[in-house]
């Protein structure tokens, strides 16, 4: 599939600079960019290759300045990260997944399951029992619907999802395969010999519209009540949910992250990667909290960064860093200021003596 210059252009509402026939047909990486790639520069670091790369069209920002001549034709926009994303969303309209609709054979779907228009049911998927699948799902192969699972307009559910009994999902929801949503949480009540009773999970998790969630995440069911993921919220692969945790909207969390249970997370945070979080505190909103960080306990004031584990003040951290980073030399200083004292004492014992 190929596209001009002039073809783009008219999607991102962009300004052409060269040949507005130039044709592409893939895009790619500025630094590896060859004859027919289409790329883009937003991070002045890459602004160099703007003059060697091979790509045929890059896009570009209206502030973007050239200094010497340059072989590939320049599409101007405000803001040329968001407009190649737009472009790549239309792409992926084009050649990937939306095109696809019907039920593969062999899959299993309940006589009592209501299926809307344009859906999309793999081979080997299972819907279950009073399941609702709305208008435009595209269910993938190999996936599990449980029971009582709602799931809204236009959500994607690729290969292998499993979603358990009495779940919701919204509507525009993505769950990469491998996620489990609704999974038991870990509820075990210790006995007095020593073994552990389980604590019936009978709860459900929502996830609201236009929720992303990676590969091979987990998400808890709650024991009881909800364990609820907010509108726009984004997962990465490889997170642990607990039960009836609540992720507040447009929260991002990075890969390898674990919230412990009856966690309360706030709207508009960032967490980066392999952070932990025991249970039962609260998250205010807009914190942002480093890789790595451990929290040991809630977060009271809107827009902290934190980072170390256990976790504090994020400024107050790169002090105590710079600090550590000098303990050797300010330990040598503190020695020669404990000799320095010392024969200051002894001098002023012998003149204390010479008095007497």
């Known amino acids: 599939m190929q ?30 960019g060859e004859e027919g790639v ?33 072989a590939p034709t320049l599409i101007r926009v405000k803001d040329a990260y968001m407009a190649f994303t737009h472009l790549l969303e239309k792409y992926h309209e084009m050649t990937g997944s939306a095109g696809k609709n019907g039920i593969e054979q062999p899959s299993f779907i309940s006589p009592t ?3 809307g228009k344009n859906v999309y049911i793999g081979a080997f998927a299972y819907i279950g029992e009073n399941a609702i699948i709305a208008d435009g799902v595209k269910i993938y192969p190999n996936s599990y619907i449980g029971d009582n699972v709602i799931i809204g307009k236009d959500s994607v559910l690729y290969s292998g999802v499993k979603v358990y009994n009495d779940c919701h999902l919204g509507n ?22 020593g073994t552990y009773k389980k604590v019936p999970q009978i709860g459900n998790v929502i996830i609201e519209d236009d929720v992303e969630i990676g590969a091979n995440t987990t998400i808890d069911r709650a024991t009881m009540g909800s364990t ?20 507040g909207e447009n929260t991002v969390i990075a890969a390898q992250t674990g919230v412990s249970g009856s966690t309360k997370i706030g709207r508009n945070c960032i967490i980066g990667g392999q952070v932990g979080m025991v249970g039962h505190i609260q998250i205010a909103d807009g914190t942002r909290i480093n890789a790595q960080s451990g929290l040991s306990k809630s977060v009271t004031i809107n827009n902290t960064a934190l980072t170390g584990s256990p976790a504090f003040e994020y400024k107050s951290s790169l002090k105590s860093q710079a600090i550590f980073r000098n303990l050797p030399e300010l330990q040598q200083r503190l020695l020669k200021l404990e000799e320095t004292v010392e024969e200051l004492s002894a001098l002023l014992s012998q003149n204390i003596s010479v008095k007497k």
């Open 3 to 32: 596209f001009t210059a002039q073809q783009v252009a008219a999607i991102i509402n962009g300004q052409i600079e060269g040949d507005p026939q130039k044709k592409v047909s893939r895009v790619g990486k500025i630094e590896e």
């Open 38 to 70: 289409l790329s883009f520069i937003a991070n002045p670091k890459y602004e160099d290759y703007l003059y060697s790369t091979k790509a045929s069209i890059l896009i570009v920002n209206e502030s973007l300045q050239v200094s010497e001549p340059v």
């Open 113 to 115: 399951a209501k299926l």
């Open 172 to 193: 525009r929801v993505t769950i990469h395969s491998g996620t489990i949503v609704g999974g038991d949480g870990f509820g075990f009540a210790p006995q007095k010999d």
């Open 228 to 247: 609820v993921i907010r509108k726009g919220v984004k997962l990465d692969n490889l997170i642990q949910i607990a039960h009836n945790v609540e992720i």
